[in-house]
């Protein structure tokens, strides 16, 4: 089954950038998704398809994928942007796929 | 707007079964997948299982094949989960959500319900 790798936890100051990491094989040749989900509340979609972003999201959100590696980056941190960030992929083997998550403190 | 509702949750005994809802509105039900996924207490999303918008496509994750059955009334605007054989290891959130496409590379969730907690335990 597919795998994808997230850090346990990142932190960073207000005003940095935060940048959240997702590993996983081939991951260039799929299409990586995050989500941000505050606590007691449901996930919501920040960035889709590598590079994305909704309507409604902050441009500070940011994503990429090279290789094996996927990015999310949060430019100008703010202390409502603390929440637990998950990638996620499809994989014809697995369906749908979610990382383990990160939590982001600031 | 899009708005997704869960309910049915609760407190079950292992080997109990429970069927969880989710009523959908805001865009036509028909043409859409649509997906469960839960999240254990503490726990990071783990996806359970989808179902195109006819009905006839469904797929399930190892976990709860052969015990958990996904299925969708689209005059209702409406999708459930019936879960049987429950176990302690099912307790979770569950969450409806929208798919954005069929499975493939664009398949992401738009849009999540607010969620249900199913909790087995004796």
């Known amino acids: 089954s597919y795998v994808l790798s997230q850090p346990p936890s990142v932190s960073v100051a207000p005003g940095k950038t935060a940048t959240i990491t997702c590993g996983g094989n081939?991951?260039?040749?799929?299409?990586v998704h995050w989500y941000q989900q505050k606590p007691g509340q449901a996930p919501v979609l920040v960035i889709y398809?590598?590079?994305d972003r909704p309507s409604g999201i902050p441009e500070r959100f940011s994503g990429s994928t090279s290789g094996n590696t996927a990015t999310l980056t949060i430019s100008r941190v703010e202390a409502g942007d603390e929440a637990d960030y998950y990638c996620?992929?499809?994989?014809?083997?697995?369906?749908?796929?979610f990382g383990g998550g990160t939590k982001l403190t600031v | 707007q899009v708005h997704l509702v869960e309910s049915g949750g609760g407190l079950v005994k292992p080997g109990g079964s429970l069927r969880l809802s989710c009523a959908a509105s805001?865009?036509?039900?028909?043409?859409?997948?649509m997906t469960w996924i839960r999240q254990a207490p503490g726990k990071g999303l783990e996806w359970v299982s989808y179902?195109?918008?006819?009905?006839?496509?469904?797929y399930y994750a190892d976990s709860v094949k052969g015990r958990f059955t996904i299925s969708r009334d689209n005059a209702k605007n409406s999708l459930y989960l019936q879960m049987n054989s429950l176990r302690a290891e099912d307790t979770a959130v569950y969450y409806c959500?929208?798919?954005?496409?069929?499975?493939?590379?664009?398949?992401?969730?738009?849009?999540w319900g607010q969620g249900t907690l199913v909790t087995v335990s004796s």
């Open positions: 398809y590598h590079s």
């Open positions: 996620q992929v499809w994989d014809s083997s697995s369906e749908v796929v």
């Open positions: 179902i195109v918008g006819s009905g006839t496509i469904i």
């Open positions: 081939n991951l260039g040749s799929k299409g």
């Open positions: 959500a929208r798919n954005r496409g069929p499975p493939g590379p664009l398949t992401y969730f738009e849009y």
């Open positions: 805001g865009f036509t039900f028909s043409d859409y997948y």
